[in-house]
């Protein structure tokens, strides 16, 4: 199983990023979106199940941020729009097999089971 993000960047207050993330050897049930900023835990950004139609977002997201996948590909994405400051992080793909509805449980890392290598969003005011 491999999940490999790319995408981030360095851009101004307003702008916007498109990561994506290229999952792989696996049929996966449930992915989302994490980020890290510097001395801080890492946090829940969005999740969407595999078959998509269930997004759910932090609320300090909501309306700017958009998680889907491509069926083609296998490919995760997170459009980011309206990008402000605070969402410097570095964001984390992450997948699990299972498929539990309960947004909230997909909102704890802990219940993820893959990882992707994060890719770093910086935004300049």
């Known amino acids: 199983v491999q999940l490999q993000a790319s995408g981030g960047g360095l851009v101004q207050a307003g702008d916007s990023l498109r990561l994506s993330c290229v999952a792989s050897g696996r049929t996966f049930g449930r992915y989302g979106w994490f980020r890290q900023a510097p001395g801080k835990e890492r946090e829940f950004v969005a999740t969407?199940?595999?078959?998509?139609?269930?997004?759910y977002y932090t609320d300090s997201v909501k309306g700017r941020f958009t998680i889907f996948r491509d069926n083609t590909d296998n490919t995760l994405y997170l459009q980011m729009n309206s990008l402000k400051p605070e969402d410097t992080a570095v964001y984390h793909c992450a997948a699990s097999e299972r498929a539990y509805t309960r947004n909230y449980y997909w909102t704890l890392s802990s219940n993820y089971d893959y990882w992707g290598q994060g890719t770093q969003v910086t935004v300049s005011s």
């Open positions: 969407n199940t595999w078959r998509g139609g269930s997004a």
